[in-house]
């Protein structure tokens, strides 16, 4: 498995290659092709030399085994068959005799057609070869144009199959070299740990407290007990006698446990606060480093309810499982010994039904948990149902749907109360008979010590105290078989929270990059391409240049690549072809925070995240004033409808929050990029959610904005782009027409066109 | 969409239909106005109204509800030639002609037996018998990796989206479907 991923040939193939005289110094590139064109997984390799194209298998035998990327087999390789050399079959063709190779997608593979001269399905590969097979496509067409090929480069340019230096598994996740195998759950909580360094002092006394409350609980059973009955009551050592002074000091006792109890509590609780706010912060600045690309791939509003759910989950787990972790901890030793000093065969004999209480508890765990996920299941369909119906009510009323709703309500809700009271049902059967059982223990006590009591071996006062002793460790060791699991989930919890923090960016910062504190904003973009997935390109060859202080329209049919080129230009991603210079410097030499200080972008899709309004519109600048951001609302016509809201700035948005519309939204991030206060500013069709009366009056404040800014407008309305200094127009990710308005009128293309119709829709609405 | 069709009855509504349908332009492609061959390079190619096609792909439309409907015949460059609107119209041997090569494009392992799903941060990897041998691969934990396109039908999609099919979950046992369950 591992071997695929690497760079080199196998071993075997080499050997062969070196037998039928093909030189392995020739060889281009290759691409191992695992999937039979009519299904099933074999093991081919297409071989590219300078001279011919060679296909090497074992002819129609499918592979019995295969293993994807990522898994690592505990049966390493064992049962994996070496190529067998002598079934393999060599065909050549000729570099002459192929017109073209072209990759076809197929569904999750893909398929190497050549043309020579008749189309032909060559081989088929998964997924996983797609980026080495389009490779080689663009090799060959290298090659058929007698273009010179970049060896080193090519060869060198390969992802990063980064493997686990551990146990040897492919990192799931490109870019990101944390293998979730060897992660150890016990690293995370001491990376989790790490957060209450900085709290060494209320530790330390809420350690101290914990030591006490144990202290002072553990002693009340040998005074109820022994000193109670035995001396007091007996009449017999220092207390007989003394009812009203021992029951006093039981009282005292148990006030002292209470308060350091409480005093530990409350110190805890908010110790454990700090500690996760520290812990949010840290993740919410770690996000903020994070490309545009990381929310699209994760949706914004389901991440921050699922890293505020996180925190969550991990601030119960320090309020009520560390601290009682330890306390029971300390329980558990202290009872365990004075047992064992009171009476040592008395100890084990209760602790006889134990391990049946454990093996129960391990037993019936499981069940309960997967009836607990298959409840959550449910409710989360429940909850979405709820939510979709909720949010497209207007939808779901203009098409007259409002009874399929109900039914999927009605159906989803049934199965939701059967799951819930089979959970219930379980719940409350086994813990009745885990305490039964536990009762035993009790039961044992009572027979063997009453036995020992008569024969004089011990006192009643003792055996009351030992009862009392061996309850109070019923309760910890529950507590200690829940904490597993309750353990585990919590790092996992951790864990997701340290994986956004730990997100590595798609594009990296260079380590010597440049930073520009102040920028003209000339932009140039020379031959640029970029595709999202290999073979799939969105941009090809496209120029464009903007002087400093120009207004640059873009416009095109959508999915022509618009918002693609100006994510580029922002360097949300990289290019795959070509360059981008910003005032003569390549975007990728440029610090992340230069190119985020001086390019606002107003995109057509609107994020606005869970927090206030005002923390909406401060986004990108935390430390502004509170009238500048009341400046920029005003700028862009925001100002009114947010006053209008009952809560002002202070309104919640975003997932669970206030719901705002669509151009709500849109002008909330304009007035974010009005406070940014870039130099080169991007609207991506940034009135395109607006009635045409808010759009023209947020153009006007879009135009004293634009003033002395580089400004890529894209726009469906092309009148709001009437004052650009230059236009282009892209269709299909090519720049098909460029020039002013004037010259591209003259043109009498696709611009022309685009004008004519959005002329002709204006006159429509004049008549209406 | 299908379903809907199918309990169309009103006049009305049925003539509202064949208004969109003529809106819509859709070439369907019918045994009279198409020749369907397989090529020497083991690819599809096409003869529509005499117009030759040389290479085709067939991609489905409802490729989880129903594969034998509403095949879209597309060239390489993705231009529709048109639509065949159900592959019982056409005789068996063409059928069979195009089963093959919606299998070629469509091609999944059907797992016939899930062996082991082993859960750890945030992924699962799994272990199964499938219609293509015994397979090993990884699968990260929700964003719809593991889910249900029909009642009975669980897609599975793997790291590089490689894909795998659980083709009718009631026939799994109790063990697996446990398992199966787990990751949903
Ligand atoms: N994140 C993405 N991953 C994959 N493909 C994408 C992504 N974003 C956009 N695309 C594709 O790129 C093409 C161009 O999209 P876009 O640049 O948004 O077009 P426009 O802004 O001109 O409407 C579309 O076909 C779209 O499907
Ligand atoms: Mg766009």
């Given at each position: ?289 994070l490309s545009l690309s990381f929310f699209q791939k994760?949706q914004t ?205 798609d594009v ?15 932009i140039?973009a020379?031959?640029v391409g970029f595709c999202y997935e290999?073979?799939k390109p969105i941009l090809k060859d496209v120029s464009l240049?903007a002087?400093?202080?120009?207004m640059i329209g873009v416009v095109g049919p959508s999915g022509a690549g618009k918002s693609t080129l100006v994510n580029l230009i922002s360097r949300l991603y990289d290019v795959t072809d070509g360059?981008i210079?910003l005032?003569?410097?390549?975007v ?7 190119l985020r200080?001086?390019i606002g972008i107003v995109s057509q899709e609107v994020y606005v ?53 669509g151009?709500?939204k849109q002008?909330?991030s304009i007035?974010r990029a009005?406070?940014?206060?870039p130099?080169i500013l991007i609207l991506d069709e940034a009135t395109a959610s607006l ?11 879009l ?7 580089t400004t890529i407008a894209i726009a469906h309305r092309l009148?709001t782009l009437?004052?650009a200094?230059?236009l282009y127009v892209l269709d299909q990710g090519k720049v098909v027409?460029e ?11 696709m611009?022309?066109?685009m ?14 | ?184």
């Amino acid at each position: 498995m591992i071997k695929k991923n690497m760079k080199t040939l196998p071993e075997e193939l080499k050997g062969f290659i070196n037998q039928s005289g093909l030189q392995e110094e020739k060889i281009l590139y290759w691409v191992n092709c695992d999937r039979g064109i009519d299904g099933g997984f074999v093991d081919t390799y297409v071989i590219l030399t300078e001279e011919a194209l060679y296909r090497l298998s074992n002819g129609q035998t499918f592979q019995q085994e295969k293993t994807f990327k990522g898994f690592v087999s505990k049966t390493v390789n064992k049962d994996l068959k070496p190529l067998e050399m002598n079934q393999l079959k060599i065909e050549r063709i000729g570099i002459d005799e192929i017109h073209s190779i072209q990759v076809v997608n197929l569904i999750a593979s893909g398929m190497l057609v050549i043309k020579a001269p008749n189309e032909r399905a060559f081989a088929s590969f998964t997924n996983g070869n797609m980026a080495r097979a389009v490779k080689l496509e663009s090799i060959f067409s290298k090659l058929k144009k007698n273009e010179s090929i970049q060896f080193q480069k090519e060869w060198g340019e390969e992802e990063d199959a980064a493997a686990c230096p551990h146990c040897g598994m492919i990192y799931p996740e490109k870019g990101r070299p944390v293998c979730p195998k060897c992660l150890k759950r016990h690293a995370i909580f001491t990376r989790l740990l790490g957060f209450a360094r900085s709290y060494k002092k209320s530790i330390f006394f809420i350690v101290l407290l914990m030591l006490l409350n144990s202290a002072t609980g553990l002693a009340i059973p040998y005074f109820q007990g022994t000193i109670l009955f035995d001396q007091a009551l007996g009449g017999t050592g220092i207390f007989a006698g003394k009812i009203a002074l021992v029951v006093g000091i039981i009282i005292f006792l148990r006030t002292l446990s209470l308060l350091f109890g409480a005093l530990f509590g409350t110190m805890n609780a908010k110790l454990a606060a700090n500690i996760v706010f520290d812990l949010k912060t840290n993740i919410f600045s770690a996000m903020q480093r994070l490309s545009l690309s990381f929310f699209q791939k994760k949706q914004t509003g389901q991440l921050m309810t699922r890293v505020n759910n996180d925190a969550n989950e991990l601030q119960h787990f320090f309020i009520d499982g560390i601290p009682y972790f330890i306390v029971n901890a300390m329980n558990i030793v202290g009872i365990t010994i004075i047992l064992l000093i009171m009476d040592w065969k008395l100890t084990l004999i209760c602790l006889l039904p134990m391990p049946f209480v454990i093996l129960l508890i391990r037993w019936v765990f499981p069940k309960l948990w997967r009836l607990g996920w298959r409840r959550h299941r449910r409710v989360s369909i429940l909850n979405s149902i709820i939510s979709d119906t909720v949010q497209s009510a207007r939808i779901v009323k203009a098409f007259g749907k409002e009874s399929v709703e109900i039914d999927r309500f009605q159906k989803a809700n049934l199965t939701f109360s059967d799951v819930e009271q089979k959970f219930n049902k379980m719940n409350s059967t086994i813990f009745p008979i885990i305490n039964l059982i536990t009762q035993i223990g009790g039961i044992l006590i009572w027979a063997f010590g009453g036995w020992r009591v008569m024969h004089g071996d011990l006192s009643f006062g003792e055996i009351m105290s030992f009862v009392t002793y061996i309850y109070m460790l019923f309760g910890p060791i529950q507590f200690m078989n829940n904490i597993a699991g309750w353990w585990s989930n919590c790092m996992s919890a951790a864990q997701r929270i340290f994986e956004v923090q730990d997100a590595v960016p798609d594009v990296s910062e260079k380590e010597d990059a440049v930073h520009l504190e102040k920028m003209r904003g000339e932009i140039r973009a020379s031959h640029v391409g970029f595709c999202y997935e290999p073979n799939k390109p969105i941009l090809k060859d496209v120029s464009l240049h903007a002087k400093p202080g120009q207004m640059i329209g873009v416009v095109g049919p959508s999915g022509a690549g618009k918002s693609t080129l100006v994510n580029l230009i922002s360097r949300l991603y990289d290019v795959t072809d070509g360059e981008i210079l910003l005032d003569g410097i390549n975007v990728k030499d440029l610090t992340a925070e230069s190119l985020r200080k001086h390019i606002g972008i107003v995109s057509q899709e609107v994020y606005v995240f869970m927090g206030t309004v005002a923390e909406n519109i401060a986004y990108g600048n935390p430390e502004c004033s509170v009238e500048e951001i009341i400046y920029a609302a005003k700028i862009a016509n925001a100002h009114d409808f947010i006053e209008k809201l009952p809560d002002g700035y202070d309104t919640m948005i975003g997932t669970g929050g206030y719901s705002l519309s669509g151009g709500e939204k849109q002008r909330i991030s304009i007035a974010r990029a009005v406070l940014h206060d870039p130099n080169i500013l991007i609207l991506d069709e940034a009135t395109a959610s607006l009635d045409t009366e808010t759009e023209l009056q947020i153009q006007e404040a879009l135009e004293s904005l634009v003033h002395g800014r580089t400004t890529i407008a894209i726009a469906h309305r092309l009148s709001t782009l009437r004052n650009a200094h230059y236009l282009y127009v892209l269709d299909q990710g090519k720049v098909v027409e460029e020039g002013t308005h004037e010259e591209l009128m003259k043109l009498n293309g696709m611009y022309k066109g685009m004008v004519q119709k959005h002329e002709d829709a204006l006159k429509m609405k004049e008549v209406i | 969409m299908v379903k809907v069709e199918s309990t169309l009855c009103s006049q009305e509504i049925v003539e509202k239909k064949t208004d969109l349908s003529e809106a819509a332009r859709i070439h369907y492609l019918t045994p009279e106005n198409t020749e369907f061959a397989l090529t020497e390079g083991k690819l599809l190619s096409v003869r529509v109204d005499g117009e030759l096609y040389p290479v085709v792909y067939l991609h489905c439309s409802f490729p989880h509800s129903n594969k034998r409907m509403f095949i879209s015949v597309r060239t390489s460059e993705n231009q529709e030639v048109g639509m065949v609107k159900s592959l019982d119209e056409f005789p068996v041997d063409i059928v069979r002609l195009l089963d093959e090569q919606i299998h070629m494009r469509y091609f999944a392992p059907i797992i016939t037996k899930v062996i082991n799903i082993h859960e750890e941060f945030g992924y699962s990897y799994w272990e199964a018998e499938t219609t293509a041998g015994h397979l090993q691969f990884t699968v990260r934990r929700g964003g719809g990796n593991v889910k249900m396109v029909s009642s009975v039908k669980v897609l599975i999609t793997d790291l590089d989206g490689n894909r795998f099919l659980i083709e009718d979950v009631n026939q799994l046992s109790e063990k697996e479907y446990r398992m199966v369950e787990m990751s949903l």
